[in-house]
């Protein structure tokens, strides 16, 4: 099955820094890459995804990269401000949509 | 759409009782997942359904664990005999299907097993 690695597991940055998140996967069938945002005490919610045809995707301040060769996907979050302190989720998806989530990472940002 | 409903959103129980969580998707969808949250293991999948069938159990941990979708709108989540490595928070998350991809989340069940 599908394994999805997410580093690093906690981020501390200065507000105004940019923060990136690194996952990799195993299942090279995988086509569909989402990232989710949860904040504490809250359901996780999907902030961006990218698809396999795609390579990269930016929306506002957020980014994400995928490298379907290595099996390399990012999440780049530039400018950031106190409201993107979270624990971001990458995953991966593929036949049937099974989603399957890399362990977390909980970025702090601090003031 | 109210979205993705989870009850109970608190659940306090002794070691050895049984316990069911349930979950209602969003209408139309046709994929349903478990998760189970912990600090350690971030978010496992359980297991899913796709059009109430299970596609992947792999994920359930033990044979206490088990999990059933009888129609489109309700499935459950039971765990039986309960155990204190059990506490953690359970999510449901429904998908629409097709390229509509986005995995919706309910709000979690918290299950603290004393």
């Known amino acids: 099955g599908e394994n999805v690695e997410q580093h690093p597991s906690t981020l501390s940055v200065q507000e105004g820094d940019s923060a990136v998140i690194k996952c990799t996967y195993s299942d090279s069938a995988s086509n569909y890459f989402p990232w989710y945002k949860q904040e504490l005490g809250k359901r996780p919610q999907l902030i961006i995804d990218i698809r396999s045809n795609v390579g990269e995707k930016k929306d506002q301040r957020i980014a994400v990269t995928l490298n379907k060769t290595a099996k390399h996907f990012s999440l780049h979050i530039t400018e950031t401000q106190p409201e993107d302190s979270a624990v971001y989720f990458c995953?991966?998806?593929?036949?049937?949509?099974?989603?399957?989530f890399g362990t977390g990472t909980k970025l702090q940002v601090i003031p | 759409d109210a979205g993705v409903i989870q009850s109970p959103r608190h659940e306090v129980t002794e070691m050895g009782q049984e316990v069911t969580l349930r979950c209602k998707p969003i209408s139309g969808h046709n994929s349903l997942f478990w998760y189970r949250q912990t600090m350690m293991r971030g978010l496992e999948l359980l297991i899913y359904?796709?059009?109430?069938?299970?596609?992947?159990d792999s994920g359930m941990p033990e044979d206490r664990f088990s999990a059933k979708m009888p129609n489109a709108s309700f499935s459950t989540l039971k765990i039986q005999p309960s155990e204190p490595r059990d506490s953690a928070v359970y999510f449901c998350a429904s998908i629409a299907g097709g390229r509509r991809t986005e995995a919706f989340f309910g709000q979690g069940t918290r299950l603290t097993v004393v």
């Open positions: 995953a991966a998806s593929g036949g049937y949509q099974k989603v399957t």
């Open positions: 359904f796709n059009n109430n069938v299970p596609i992947d």
